[in-house]
């Protein structure tokens, strides 16, 4: 870890990224590149990939070319390395499970998008937009100068973001969520082809767990303080169906909402309509003018039309109406691989460096 | 109308197709191919295809070829048309609003797929091996010799299906119900294809009112007899969110299902695979050896795998679990053109041939 | 016509779009947005549109949202209108027709990307890159002031231009093309998605014979000058092939070429590497840097990788290598609906500006 | 290796597969189901589902059930077992390397749907209706009473059956080729749906090479006999293309022929509707009425609509016209896993057994 004095106010802080060559692990390669404040000085993969050059390791699935900057850099085994103050990861579930503490232990601070330490109660589980407080849980981590942070669900972090103006004016009880999710969630190589095509699958193994229990840790209440602070969920209930669907990109939610008290349609547009981000988390470079948007229109939102909104980091919502068992009901769309996890990722990663959390006193360039 | 001393015992009942040409038309003219009971001798379209041959004007779009018999089929003008005794109408909810009533008062024993004459209180909405008795509703019509008799929403005979066994069995007071739906339900030319491909379009005009209402009337109960026979809908409440997904045939729907008792998973599959229908109807030339079919499996049923069971005629339903929020859920398939329409019209028709209700004294061939 | 002294230097120059409700009159108001050069200040369209503003008739399917500055801009019935100086027009085939010419007599020039009048012996069918001195055609238009401008067909744009640095190194004397259209092509509604989902449709009707006929002109020689200038077709043989796939933007084509000369594999890709628009094309706002770009790889291109290189603007070829019949073989991609429609005309709408063969004396700001 | 005598005339032959769990095992098991010839006794699959319940072991991705029969039975490790007659092999490349001449050589007649001995000079190539001559092959096979067929390639079937009425009435000299494939192609888990959902992927590995080879071996002549006989491949070039498509089943060929004489369209037409299968081809439980359908309409053959057309077993060609640079040119389709696959060499299974060369005396029942 390099001292705090070595650090030049102008530079950009260097970056790993840890799983580089998946599909999540592409998409920060490819929002880092020419990022103000982030310079990708790293990619890591698996062992059999290490060596060779970033362009040619990678089976490249995004429009357009393997970023310049990035191609010519030589693929490392992923392993704790101390010496890179973030790493932004994209891990497999089971690669996280066993290096993610690790590299936090060597110092450096880990913003993940796995999910093996979502839930763990030392590690914020943080959406900047909803609760930025909860990184306050970073304390309580024994991680050295290191730490590490966690990225939510894809599908809970849509699903938050559209119930979090709701809680926040007026409280959410209940929510009765089907998702109809997009085939790059899964990854590469993921859902067959021969599966995806002319149907849908009712079954994505995990994901209605994680969407039944996160959006109430993100919604919690931090308690106590220090190494003694903790999350206190939210009292919210959730089902939640999951499927997936002949869709590139873009998970999009039916839901239905029991509030803590009855508000008319109009109240819930309004909340919706007057939620912004607490004014740090606006500024930072990724962060959406309006993390949500409520859309014009009785058929939208729709995946093609509207995951790319605001370069894929807003929310969109639209086709409010009563709902005849709870109380009100929309439909929720978040592009999956942005929003919904290498752009979440990479807006934590912000927040922390604007917040002066990077370890070896690492600051936004100019600041 | 023929007087019914003329009638063979021997012969097939004549049948005509109302709204011939159209995606349901089609699969009602490939249904009766060859059907045991009913022979197709008039096809019926609108005006400017009147005179041709059924199968030059017709712009088949199901696997295989138009069937012979009724591609020599002159196209006739819809119109009422007391010669045929039996009429299956596949007509646009306009048209089947200003003709399917005068072709019954004319003589015909209507039995139509379209949607405007469902709710209406003297017109029985039968599926088959849920409410036949209903069909005692035809008492109360005052259309001479003649009658009209409704299929379902193709949705609601899905999800109607599904939860019938449950509500005979235990009583159903709930139900959220959040479609993906083909877009073979929208006929054609129906959804262009620049929004259906690499998209979700979660708005189907009409289609939530239809699955809302249609449920309670059909599980709903027949009071009074004669002229002042009426049907008391079930109490049930349902949600319903309506999508269209890049699926050619097959809508699939999760469902949340709130029973009128506690019962436990095993006693809901149970309900299932004991339900049968009533020993008439099971004996009917089209009727599937089970109604619904409970699959193993956790990630079943899927539009392309199971939409054909019992030749598209059965419904499957799986991935039964608890519901967080009501009590059960699962996930439900029906082929929305066979049995969500076609395949249950023409089944309502064998029922009504087989109860002697067709006009002149027609039934099946032998009885 | 204003008259050219009331030209502000620093002006845009003002343009309409004819047909602009439909899917490419929709990329012409899109890529009109925050043009340098051009003002959109007529939207046009057919008579049962005219007078409501244009965001509330247009049933947009781009992502993201109608332009600002265009959504309040009420919609025009498509007319001859010498007030405004430029038209692009996006007409169906009927309409443009009927209306093109007059636009052009009344005073306009008109940038048209319909096909009826690109065969025309007065009429320049142009790619800014390929024939640009054909805009000499003009002056053989008996149009007053006025003139009528057309682009290729969207395949033909993208056949061309990857034939260009062929015809222009080697002679091109043949060409076996097969394409892979993606649906945007053609229109909306365009083609039924119950066509499209799990199928190709091997014919699209009329783009064969275009595909077989535009290139030759485009490659073709102007001899002659002023009134007696005509175009030489190139004597290129090609037979074309034309399918629609499930796919939204980029057709893609497999062809086989029979060059003048033999010449290495490593020549023709020579040729394409080194290949440049003219330098006052090259110049324009809307020029891609390499009108054609060979790619790297043996899958490449895709279209849903490649299609919007350059903002769409670039043709990518890849797979090169010997034909056993013809000479080489390769395959070619065009985003249809930027280059090979939209961004096509309006590229040619910034020569013809470039050059001051707007009328009215209208140049572009600052020059 | 049972001897001759115990084998029952009324007794169906046992058939094992090997490969039984991948989507052209599948497809194979589906279609051994009730066989009147055979009698599937064993799967065969990698060492480690060996053990388990085929219906345990397999997942199962063609609509329905997996067969009853075929359930219960005991997965074997693929090996050489010369008391199974008869074997269809659906293994991978590398293992049908390693083990179907070892198979072979144990006794057993293996008919594979594998590439490895394709082109071996020993081994036939054959489409029964095409070439059933080069069965005499198997003499010239040192493989004491085992023996190696082989089924080609799913494209090479559709191409070769679609030319070969034109090359037994006219002489082929050359094809241009460019196929639309389906992903079944490819097997499970193939093309991830992220490559294939709006998309066309312009490479299929090895693909062309088998598509530019093996028609001209099918197409070819035997030449002498016994153990000298060996093919003549047919003076046959052919350039083809392979691109993969959204679609489930259905290879679709785009195809320019040049005959070794002129002949007009008719003739064509003519030439395809008057070819039959050999009578003993004909007359197999497998063989379709007529191997080559050619279809009115000018927008057929269509994947969706085509494909299942005599269950899959026959080739439909349609759009001929005549070819700018070839003579002709017409569009082609083939099931790929039925004709193209597992219903080829069921068929050619099935030619074997009526022609008595099965070893063990094994022959249809009733014969």
Known sequence: MPPPQTVSKRARIPVGVLGATGTVGQRLVSLLDGHPWFELTAVMASERSAGAPYGEVVSWHLPGEVPAAAATLPVRAAAPDGSLPLLLSALTTEAAASLERPCAQAGSLVVSNASPH??????????????????????????????????????????????????????????????????????????????????????????????????????????????????????????AQCNRVAVTDGHLACISVQLARRVSEDAVAQAWNDWRAPADVAALPSAPARPVVLLPGDDSPQPRLHRDLAGGMAVSVGRLRPCPLLQHRFVALVHNTVRGAAGGALLLAELLAARGQVPGGWTPPGR
Do not use: W, Y
């Open 118 to 239: 979502r839930m763990d109660a030392d590690v914020p589980l943080v959406i900047p937009e909803v609760n930025p407080g909860h990184l306050a849980l970073l304390q309580a981590q024994h991680l050295g100068s290191g730490g590490l942070v966690t990225n939510p669900n894809c599908s809970s972090i849509g699903v938050t973001l559209a119930l979090a103006p709701l809680a926040q004016a007026f409280g959410v009880q209940a929510a009765h969520v089907v998702t109809m999710q997009a085939v790059s969630g899964a990854g590469l190589p993921g859902v067959p082809s021969l599966v995806a095509l002319d149907n849908v699958l009712p079954l994505i193994p995990g994901e209605e767990d994680k969407l039944e229990t996160e959006p109430a840790r993100l919604l919690g209440t931090l308690v106590g303080s220090g190494r003694s602070a903790r999350v206190e969920p939210a009292e919210l209930r959730i089902s």
